[in-house]
């Protein structure tokens, strides 16, 4: 069975410093990774997804299949990048979420 | 393109009664996905619909829970009997379809959040 794991909750950081969300995924197949995000009072949208090796917002992901890895991570955090994060797998026809993390950028 | 819609954002019910969330998904899109958030916890994927076909529920509770997208109109979650337990965010998603639902990216609605007193 697929499973997602996002190991930390809550991660705060200063703006201008790097960040980084860890998501760790266990599936047998060929994992389809993405990432979502959730900005106060707005919808879950989709940030990024591996197969399209994108960098939108200024952040990057990398599947690394050794380490069954997919974090998220960007070298200068904004403010505005305070949200709910989700990694999530898709096998299929589901997504498979992690329980996301709430990333706070203080001033 | 207005995106997923999803009504009404926030029910309340008592336990007993039933819940019907209804979901209509992005203008071209055939493939509707629910899934439900418990508090403190992350998306769960319950079900996968398609025009008048469910393609896979194997994430729906077994009993009081059921799923519809018919031909015309939204797709509904209907939820009978409704316990405290039920109460959660339930979310809708949909993609296009057309070349296999893991390469498609899901849009998602707002949420609807169930209460029940």
């Known amino acids: 069975a697929q499973r997602v794991t996002q190991p930390e909750k809550l991660l705060s950081v200063f703006k201008g410093a790097p960040v980084e969300l860890k998501c760790n995924y266990s599936y047998s197949g060929s994992p389809e990774l993405f990432w979502y995000v959730q900005y106060s009072r707005q919808r879950l949208q989709l940030l990024l997804r591996?197969?399209s090796r994108e960098s939108i917002k200024g952040f990057t992901a990398d599947l690394n299949k050794g380490e069954t890895s997919f974090h998220l991570k960007k070298p200068f955090a904004q403010e505005e990048d305070s949200a709910m994060y989700y990694c999530a797998l898709s096998s299929g026809s589901r997504l498979t979420f992690g329980e996301g993390t709430q990333l706070t950028v203080n001033p | 393109n207005a995106g997923v819609m999803q009504n009404p954002r926030h029910l309340v019910r008592r336990r007993g009664q039933e819940a019907r969330l209804r979901c209509s998904p992005m203008k071209g899109h055939s493939h509707v996905y629910w899934y439900r958030q418990l508090p403190e916890e992350g998306l769960k994927f319950m079900v996968y619909?398609?025009?008048?076909?469910?393609?896979?529920e194997s994430g729906m509770p077994k009993e009081r829970f059921s799923a519809e997208f018919p031909k015309e109109g939204p797709s509904i979650l209907r939820i009978q009997q409704v316990v405290r337990g039920d109460s959660a965010a339930y979310f809708c998603?949909?993609?296009?379809?057309?070349?296999?639902?893991?390469?498609?990216?899901?849009?998602f609605g707002d949420g609807t959040r169930l209460s029940i007193l």
């Open positions: 591996h197969i």
């Open positions: 619909l398609q025009k008048e076909n469910i393609i896979d």
């Open positions: 998603a949909s993609s296009p379809g057309d070349r296999g639902p893991s390469n498609q990216p899901q849009h």
